[in-house]
């Protein structure tokens, strides 16, 4: 064999080696420059995968032994503090932290010398009147009030917490006087990761832009609302916000019975079955035409086992989108009364501290997910708990050939809890859950928001982490880390955002400032997410000037993110197209402007 480099000092096999390397460099070069090549691979669609990851089993920490099922009479002394809360696995932690409903012998309450009931309740108006009444009777001097109609805490998604907590905030204003008492969210013990759902036909995940003119059944200001209306907007549709009116131009809602999620999957199973409609007035570019038309329900918004009725009942139907897409949407917050807490701080970070350690557990070992099971079994006094324990790490089906999943829920320990309030690297997640709900709130107007609530409580005055960062002395391993090492190959959403620039400039304009807030704070949602971003213009100008401005463009964009904490290994593309696909007329300035745009696709 001859000499490849004719380089002397080199053998043979020494110059192949160099050969192949730099062959390998340039290869992978063009594969990384190339966004031909890369748009091709992100296109592919697939199905969702759950795998044994997603659990955390990871074995680190210092095994603490399984709480018993005995009622303890350590604390049974010990004022008596009562949570309530939806039946629902992302508050396992909290539970098994308890051992049960009460607190058991060798619980972690026990050992933290914390005496709790936890309740279960699944109407948010009846968790509303249960804050109230504790508030009440300590309003009438009860330094640990003891109604058994009464709870200090309630621990709902933290999506909600904008509608509740700004509800209950007006009704106790009206009540006391402004501002004499408060509810704040003090902590996080879990997370929905993938039990809230969007449900309906498969091409609503192949092509999300047929959703449009669809009516979909959901609990306004719900969470799984939210996961609706955050994939609409991140694929660039409109949402209806009016319930009552039927706009084909639109994604529109319609209210499920009683603001119950079971009759969201209820009423799409019912339509679906037996041709059921329901009336809607008419709307076209904006105005009513004065006609009413009956419409079937295309999908639902619920959670879980609402999921699993829709699946056993109907076939042609898959999840389009859940809480796994936007892993951070739907923490299980703890929403506590601020007066009654700063009394009792001790109480309220022992409850936390409590939680925070069993959930480590849970995460390092597996009998402690069995123990929980049991424990939300026995609290919720529904489903069995090989049941709780399936849905908690979620299930996959199959049905005439779609699959479908079901559950999935995530429990916080404290490192996982202090990096989602942003305390140990700045990025405040639920702060960005937060804010984007609360503009929900004002310019969809569920419930009639602004006229009956009209103020949303700001984050601010909503958080309060005091008793979270209160907590001294406590195990945890690390927090759950987004991996953006690997080429993400799924398309999970794609919209168009209208980005104003200044003329000839990649300059982003003031304007745009609420719109680049809106993406921010989607992206925070759906952290797991990795990123494409591509840049357009009109026709106007030089064809190679324009390919350079939209590609500047698409990185002045990137840049903003990137200053608000968004890491630069998310982006898996920027690019720019200059003026070579419009979507509308360059010969108008309406035309033109609506190419003008940056399109965001959101990968998994």
């Known amino acids: 064999m001859g000499k490849i480099l004719k380089i002397n000092k080199l053998t043979t096999f020494s110059e192949l080696l160099i050969v192949v390397v730099g062959i390998g460099a340039i290869l992978g070069a063009v594969y990384a420059l190339s966004p031909g090549l890369k748009t091709a691979v992100s296109k592919q669609l697939t199905g969702i995968e759950l795998n044994k990851t997603d659990v955390n089993n990871v074995t680190n920490a210092e095994k603490i032994e399984l709480p018993s099922k005995e009622l303890s009479s350590a604390v049974s002394g010990k004022p008596l503090v009562r949570i309530a809360g939806y039946a629902w696995n992302g508050q396992s932690g909290m539970i ?16 933290n010398g914390v005496n709790l009931e ?23 001097g009860e330094a640990f009030p003891s109604s058994d109609k009464s709870a200090f805490a309630v621990m709902i998604m933290g999506d909600g ?14 009540k006391y006087g402004k501002d004499k008492y408060h509810l704040q969210v003090m902590g996080a013990v879990g997370m929905s990761y993938g039990e809230d759902k969007l449900i309906g036909p498969p091409s609503w995940k192949s092509d999300p832009k047929s959703m449009k ?72 570019n904006g105005k009513l035409t004065g006609k009413t038309v009956n419409r079937k329900i295309d999908g639902c918004a619920t959670w879980t086992p609402g999921d699993k009725l829709v699946f056993d009942k109907l076939s042609g139907f898959v999840d389009i989108v859940s809480t796994k897409e936007f892993n951070n949407q739907m923490p299980t917050a703890f929403i506590g009364v601020k007066e009654w807490a700063v009394k009792n701080p001790e109480i309220v970070s ?20 069995v123990r929980a099971s049991e424990a939300v079994a ?17 299930e996959q089906g199959t049905k005439n050939g779609l699959t479908y999943n079901m559950g999935g829920s995530k429990v916080f320990n404290y490192a996982d809890a202090m990096q989602y309030f942003g305390m140990t690297d700045g990025v405040n997640r639920y702060k960005s859950v937060y804010n984007q709900v609360s503009g929900y709130l004002t310019e969809l107007n569920p419930f009639g928001f602004n006229e009956n609530v009209g103020k949303v409580v700001p984050y601010e005055d909503a958080v309060n982490l005091f008793f979270l960062k209160n907590i001294n002395d406590i195990e945890s391993t690390s927090a759950d880390q987004a991996d953006y090492s690997k080429q993400s190959t799924e398309v999970m959403a794609s919209g168009e955002w209208k980005i104003n620039f200044n003329s000839g400039s990649a300059s982003i304009q003031n304007s745009s400032e609420k719109d680049l807030e809106k993406i921010y704070n989607l992206l925070i949602q759906a952290e797991n997410s990795k990123l494409t971003i591509v840049g357009h213009t009109d026709n106007s100008g030089n064809s190679n000037n324009n390919l350079t401005l939209s590609k500047s463009r698409a990185e002045s964009v990137v840049d903003y993110l990137k200053k608000k904490g968004i890491p630069e290994s998310r982006f898996q593309l920027i690019d720019g197209k200059g003026s070579n696909e419009p979507v509308s007329d360059n010969n108008s300035e309406a035309g033109k402007a609506q ?8 990968l998994k």
């Open 96 to 111: 098994v932290a308890n051992g049960g409903p009460k607190t058991t012998k060798g619980s972690l309450m026990e050992k």
């Open 118 to 140: 936890i309740i279960r309740q699944d109407w948010l108006s009846e968790l509303r009147n249960m804050q109230m009444k504790f508030i009440e009777d300590f309003d009438k």
């Open 161 to 174: 917490a904008p509608f509740y907590i700004s509800s209950v905030q007006k009704a106790l204003d009206e």
């Open 213 to 284: 003119g669809s009516v979909i059944s959901a609990v306004l200001g719900d969470g799984d609302w939210v996961t609706t209306v955050n994939y609409c907007f991140a694929n660039g549709l409109k949402v209806n916000p009016d319930p009552t009116t039927y706009d084909a131009e639109a994604v529109n809602i319609y209210p499920s019975e009683n603001d119950d999620y079971m009759k969201s999957a209820e009423e799409l199973i019912k339509s679906q079955t037996t041709g059921w409609t329901v009336g809607l007035k008419e709307v076209s």
């Open 350 to 369: 022992n409850i936390l501290k409590s939680a925070l350690t069993a959930s480590n557990q849970m995460k390092n070992y597996e009998d402690w997910k």
């Open 378 to 394: 026995d609290t919720y006094k529904i489903e069995t708990p090989q049941y709780w324990y399936k849905m908690f790490k979620g």
């Open 595 to 602: 190419n003008r745009r940056v399109v965001i696709t959101f």
